[in-house]
């Protein structure tokens, strides 16, 4: 027996320039705000952005980008409304504002029905917010997409490098491209992040301040995009 | 799931398995779709038979419904899923993603939305039948 719905992915994909999961190894870093806010930049710029996410259990960026009374359009299949510019799909159209309690086979069976259903086009960005960690999802989307690339976001916190650091040698030994680290809410100078990506190998894509501005413009894109915080992420945009 | 991108799905798959059995010819392919998809049969049809390339020109596609049943994981009750309960907005969305079953539907004895999907989740290709290359 077989399961018909992966045939269809790379298919759906084919139309996608660059795919870019904005990963994490852990929660609370603000890789939904990091996603939310690069896929803002990136069709400020011109470029034709699509926007998933992926984080079913607890989706936050139609809230960031202040999304609510669209639904995709049925269309041989799903068409995502745009919002901001931006081709927006999340699992919310269809779980509301319900908590959605999945065990990881549920997590892959969403994430396989959502990827063969969703007509995406053509795009030259699908930015994808992944739930933190190297479960169910992360290993789906290796499996599933064949030009995937990450974006990977810390904190300045040690326990929160630490899971990236395990994140990264994954994808590695996966031969997975990593674009780059983004370190978030910094709150001084040092660059010990900075130090350790460079010894990972990896790419230094930006450093954010944490910057209580951003609280106050969840919801508001203009305001979002104001922020301290947006504008260190546009420095991410001319890097990918 | 929808029924225009599941019958891209069973072209595609069943285009891939034809390739790799060397099948000039496709005459029969069964599938299996769970219950709790509602697949609309009349749709699924026609979206087939407006997909279906020169090779499949002849294939008559065999669809089986597998009914849903469900296990709560807390207290192990069994019962089937019952479309008629659920009011259209809802049906919809579970026709759609099948897994939001856990954020609407609850174990009617305990009230758990920790409940396994036995059967009935889900969309197969359980055989395809063709005619090979060599046999002319």
């Known amino acids: 027996m077989v399961d018909p719905r992966t045939s269809t992915i790379n298919e759906r994909m084919r139309g996608i320039g660059r795919i870019i999961a904005v990963s994490s190894g852990k929660g609370g870093v603000g890789k939904s705000l990091v996603a939310a806010t690069l896929a803002l930049t990136l069709a400020k710029k011109g470029y034709k952005v699509g926007l998933f996410d992926l984080d079913f259990t607890s989706p936050s960026t139609h809230i960031i980008l202040g999304i609510e009374g669209v639904q995709p359009k049925e269309e041989k299949g799903i068409v995502p409304p745009i919002v901001h510019g931006i081709k927006y799909m999340s699992i919310i159209y269809y779980s509301g504002e319900y908590a959605t309690p999945l065990r990881g086979a549920d997590v892959s069976n969403a994430l396989i029905e959502l990827l063969s259903i969703t007509r995406w086009d053509k795009l030259d960005f699908l930015v994808i917010d992944m739930p933190p960690g190297i479960g169910d999802a992360t290993l789906d989307l290796i499996r599933l997409i064949k030009n995937i690339e990450f974006l990977v976001v810390t904190t300045p916190s040690q326990l929160a490098f630490e899971t990236v650091r395990k994140l990264v040698s994954l994808l590695k030994e996966l031969k997975i491209p990593v674009m780059g680290i983004v370190e978030n809410m910094k709150m001084n100078k040092s660059n010990v992040i900075q130090e350790q990506t460079r010894k990972l190998g990896v790419k230094f894509l930006a450093e954010s301040p944490y910057d209580p501005e951003v609280e106050e413009a969840i919801g508001n894109t203009n305001k979002l995009q104001n922020t301290s915080f947006a504008k260190k992420i546009e420095e991410v945009a001319p890097q990918i | ?136």
């Open chain 2, 1 to 136: 799931m929808h029924e225009w991108a599941l019958a891209e799905a069973v072209i595609a798959a069943a285009s891939e398995i034809a390739e790799k059995e060397g099948l000039s010819e496709i005459k029969e392919v069964k599938i299996k779709v769970g219950e709790l998809q509602q697949i609309e049969r009349d749709i699924l049809e026609f979206a087939l038979s407006q997909l279906k390339s020169t090779k499949f020109k002849n294939a008559k596609f065999n669809l089986e419904i597998a009914k849903a049943e469900l296990k709560c994981r807390v207290c192990e009750h069994k019962w089937f899923f019952g479309k008629e309960k659920l009011d259209e907005s809802t049906a919809e969305a579970i026709h759609f993603v099948p897994e939001v079953a856990h954020t609407y539907i609850k174990c009617p004895k305990c009230g758990s939305p920790d409940f396994e999907i036995l059967t009935g989740r889900g969309v197969w290709l359980e055989s395809i039948k063709g005619v090979k290359q060599d046999d002319g």
